[in-house]
């Protein structure tokens, strides 16, 4: 019942596998860029999995929009920084869906530190969460993808991985390991049927573009070619053409989205 009702209302009879619905797990998205691909996934037919670690709320009203919309999801706190977190997550979510097509790496933090001032705190919870933590949760979603012979994961780099700036040594050598991390795993996982694909957003409006102070803001808008930040539901669209069979030949790339900063 629930297929049919679901594929009348998008035309969306490939998001159904066997009597089951594809679905997504998306991390960190309570909020900003991992917000926007959960819903937008979800309007593509995807059942989400709205994955958070402290915003209860906003992870709920994630999951309401989402509902709203006549779509289908759960939410799940979990620490993706956690490796007995993600395992439990990915067993949970396993038992309810019986599948997991898409994995969107998006939990990530970013910390502002000049060289001389980097604190070895700052730098193991930027690897933890930005690097260990994409490795973890694609380990554990890539046991049930090998299975299911299909799969499509996307990892939330950065253009600060291609990019200088000043300050931004630690959380650009993260997400330099995410672009890394993409293309070995998409080479490692090919023959699976899983691809791997990264997207490296510019300055995109969200919480953590709005801690930057507004002089520096401003100085930011006036690098960029589009003159603005990006919104989140750009990221969204990219991400949502990555996973959809439109990119079926399309592995281990890095796809930047910055209004042009890097050029
Ligand atoms: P954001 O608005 O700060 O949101 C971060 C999300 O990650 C929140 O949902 C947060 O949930 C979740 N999160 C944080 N720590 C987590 C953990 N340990 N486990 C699970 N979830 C966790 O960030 P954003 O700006 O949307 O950025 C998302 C991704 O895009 C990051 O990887 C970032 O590096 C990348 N990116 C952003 C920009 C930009 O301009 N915004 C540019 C380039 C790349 P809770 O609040 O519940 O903890």
Redesign the pocket.
Known sequence: MLREVLTAQWCLESKVEGDRMKVALV????????KACALRLAKDGYTVVV?????DA??QETLSQIQAAGGEGMVYK????KLDQVKLMIREVFKAYGRIDVLVN?????RDEYLLMINPDTLDKCFE??VK?YIYCAQQVALKMFKQKSGVIIN?S??SSKFALAGQSVYSATKGAVNSLTQTLAKELGGYGIRVNAVA????A????DAIPEEKRKAYVEQIPLKRFGT?DEVANMVSALVSDQFAYVTGQVFVLDGGLSL
């Open positions: 991390t960190g998205a309570s909020k900003g860029i991992g994955n958070y670690s402290n915003s906003a992870a979990a620490d993706v920084s998006n939990a990530g933090i970013v969460l930005n933590g939330m950065s253009v957003p510019g300055f995109i969200t919480e953590m573009i989140a």
